[in-house]
């Protein structure tokens, strides 16, 4: 009985495990992002698909729940590390970090207005130094 007790958690164990491991697109040539996922195209993903959850949060009239910091949109390292360094990015940057300040600190009345100015700063952005993504930002915009 103890044996089979034993080979049924390892058993288990093996099939948690298995389940939860984390793959490496970029090795398999799965990699989504036509620029490679650099450290700064990780995190924006990350960004967007939170955006994407406060976005439905906010239209159940919950605050949203923003965990990432934007903040390392700063110093994160990009596929064109040109393009971060310029003073337009940074000003760029700048208006998106305190737009999802402003987020935070939004009482859920004024979520949606929020929102939709950190959605509109990602837009600014975007269209400026890197207009690749727009189509899938200006989802967050749609009504």
């Not at 090795?27 to 924006?44: F, K, W, Y």
């Not at 965990?67 to 596929?79: M, P």
């Amino acid at each position: 009985m103890y044996l089979k007790t034993t080979a049924l958690a390892i058993l288990a164990a093996v099939f948690v495990l298995s389940c939860s491991t984390v793959h490496d697109n970029t090795a398999t040539g799965n990699d989504t992002n036509p620029n490679g996922s650099s450290d700064l195209a990780v995190l924006m993903n990350e960004l967007y698909n939170e955006a994407a959850l406060a976005r439905q949060e906010i239209a159940l009239g919950h605050k949203p729940r923003l965990k990432a910091d934007a903040k390392k949109i700063l110093t994160a390292a990009a596929t064109e590390p040109e393009k971060v360094a310029s003073p337009e990015y940074k000003a760029l940057a700048g208006s998106y970090i305190e737009s999802v300040k402003m987020l935070k600190k939004s009482s859920p009345a004024k979520a949606t207005e929020q929102f939709k100015l950190m959605a509109t700063a990602c837009m600014n952005c975007h269209k400026t130094l890197c207009p690749g993504p727009t189509k899938r930002i200006q989802k967050l915009l749609a009504d």
